[in-house]
Each structure stands twice: as C-alpha cells, then as structure tokens.
C-alpha cells in the first residue's frame, strides 16, 4: 500500500478552484470597469455636458425673451472666473459662448432699437395731435363765421380772416414736415449726401436770405474758400435754423455774428450776439423738442422744433454743438465738424 500524494487533486476539484478563481477575477475586471466608466461619465459630465446644458438653458432663456446671461444660485456668471478668465471646463467652447453672447447682445440692440422706434412713433403722434390742435380750431372757428349768413362780412373783415386761415394752415404744414424731419433723424432714416465743396457761398446765401431791419447778421472775416465734406440742403437748414432763432429770440438791434476757424482735424462756426442770453435751464434744454412750445397764438412762435432738428443734423454731419450763454451778456453757439 503506498502513501498518499498531499499534492494530488481529483481533475474535478482543480477545475473547480479554477473556475472559481476566473469568476472572481472577470468580476474584479467588470468592477474596474464600472468605477472607469463612471469616473469617466462623472468626468465627462462635469468637462461637456455641464458647459452644454448651461448653453441649452442659455438659449432657453433668450427664446423666452431673457437675454441677460444666467448666473449661478452666488449670482456669478459660471464660465467666468473672478478674474475675468474662463473657467477650463469652458474653454473648449469658447466660440460658442462668444457666439451666444453676440446673438444676446445683437438681440438686446435690436429690441432697444424697436423700443426706441415705439417710443418716437408715439412722441410724433401726440405732438402732431398737440401742436395741430390750436391752429385747426381756428381755421375751424374762422370757417364757422364766414358760413353763417346772419351777418354780411366786410370785404377787409374776410381777408383778414383768410389772412389768418392761411398763417394756420401754413404753420400746420412746416409743422408737418419738421415732426417728419425729426422723426426720421432720430431713426437715421434721413438720407445724408455728403460732397466736398466750398462752404462760403452757402454762408452767404443764407445770411442774406435772413436780412431784416430789426437785426444785422455780420458775416466775420473767413477765407476766401472753406471745403468742407457736407450735405448743402442740411447744412443750409443748419445754419438758417440757428441764425434765425438768434433773430427771433433777441431785441431789435441785436448783433449777430457768423465766424469760422479751422484746425487740422475740424472747422468751427461760431454763431454769437449780443443779446439777451439764457438762463442755466433754457441753455441746458435749448435742443429739447417743444422746449418753448408748438402755441401758435404769435407768428414769431414757429414750430418748436428748429433748434432740436439743427442739432440733430449737425450729428448726422459726424459734428456736434455746443452753448455758452449768460443771461443779460449774449449766446455763443459753436458747430464742429470733422475735415
């Protein structure tokens, strides 16, 4: 009899630790696994799908009409650091979120834009139904008279009221065209046709188009050619609507004077008198619209508009205006224009 092998397995025991080393082995590799594949899910999620659904939310909220940029629950904007730098997990999209932040931007103009155009159509309209109100209630009173038959209406009495009939309706017409004029400014709707030319006879023109006895427009002494970039029809307005609210606005005798000066980035026309300035509030609205008033009752009223529509033609020009004035001491108005 001979001694037992302590080594010796039967095949069926050696199969069965083998088998069961394998199992315990394909179970450690399917673990492994499983903690890579959510340590890359984690990975991934926090890398692109944190940044993606951010975007998401970010065009959500514009479809919506929010086009502010979202911020956490701290109130930060995530892909920004304190710094201002992005954050990494960001970086990866930075066209993208350039992209998105452009279409907000753009979208926020536009919808100012349209407020803008809204809030102006409405201004024009109640102006128009302010400023015509005066002038059509006497046209409409003076219509009413000379209807009736009980009186017999003097040969002087009617012309007198058709001279008064067609001062209205005058007025109401450059109302008309000056609510236009500065409508389409204010929405640079205006078609501005700028060529370069010498500006000096304009100059002339207007001032004598504006000679009167009660005030004298002196023209100071300029070069005898001035070239400038502009749009004659404008610029002429420019300079009549501002020559003539010195007229109106000023005693019989006042000086006027129209300068110009010239360095080599701009020209300066400088409109001054001598007459009875402004106060701090006038000067600080004088480019307002309806500062003083559309009231018809004097003819020297006109539409309220002229200082604001030169104003607005000057920076349609790419120039500017400024106001030094004193009560009692005279007004200075000085326009700049680019070479």
């Known amino acids: 009899m001979g001694m037992e092998n302590a080594y010796y397995a039967p095949d069926d025991v050696l199969d069965g630790l083998v088998g069961a080393s394998l199992v315990k082995s394909f179970l450690l590799v399917i673990i492994a696994l499983l903690v890579i594949i959510i340590a890359l899910s984690i990975w991934y999620g926090r890398t692109f799908g944190v940044p993606l ?84 209630s006497s046209i409409y009173g003076y219509a009413k008279i000379l209807e009736t038959g009980s009186y017999k209406w003097t040969e002087e009495e009617i012309q007198a ?19 236009n004029l500065t409508y389409r400014l204010k929405n640079n709707a205006l078609p501005i046709e700028k060529r370069v030319q010498d500006i000096v006879p304009l100059l002339k023109d207007v001032i004598h188009s504006l000679t009167n006895t ?62 009875v300035g402004m ?34 033609l000057v920076l349609a020009h790419g120039g500017n205006v400024f106001v030094e004035s004193e009560k009692g001491k005279g007004t200075t108005i000085t326009i700049t224009l680019p070479n």
């Open 161 to 179: 009221m058709g001279s008064t009939m067609t001062e209205k309706a005058s007025y109401m017409s450059d109302l008309i065209e000056d609510l």
């Open 279 to 312: 106060d701090q509030e006038t000067k600080n609205k004088l480019f307002d619209r309806y500062y003083r008033g559309g009231s018809t009752t004097d003819k020297s009223n006109g539409t309220g508009l002229g200082m604001a529509i030169a104003h607005q």
């Open 214 to 275: 009660d005030s004298t427009i002196i023209m100071e002494k300029v070069e005898t050619e001035i070239r400038l970039e502009v749009d004659p029809k404008w610029f002429t307005r420019i300079l009549t609507n501002l020559l003539a609210n010195a007229q109106k606005h000023n005693p019989k005798g006042t000086d006027i004077r129209l300068g110009v000066s010239r360095t080599p980035e701009h020209t300066f026309l400088t409109i001054k008198d001598n007459g």
């Open 53 to 136: 659904l951010y975007m998401m939310n970010w065009i959500k909220r514009m479809s919506k009409g929010d086009l502010s940029v979202p911020r956490n629950k701290k109130g930060n904007i995530p892909f920004r650091k304190k710094n201002g730098k992005l954050h990494k997990r960001f970086r990866i999209f930075r066209d993208i979120l350039f992209s998105i932040r452009k279409l907000a931007n753009t979208l926020e103009k536009n919808e100012q834009y349209q407020k803008r155009v809204d809030l102006t159509r409405e201004e024009w309209i109640t102006g128009l139904s302010h400023d015509l109100k005066t002038p059509l």
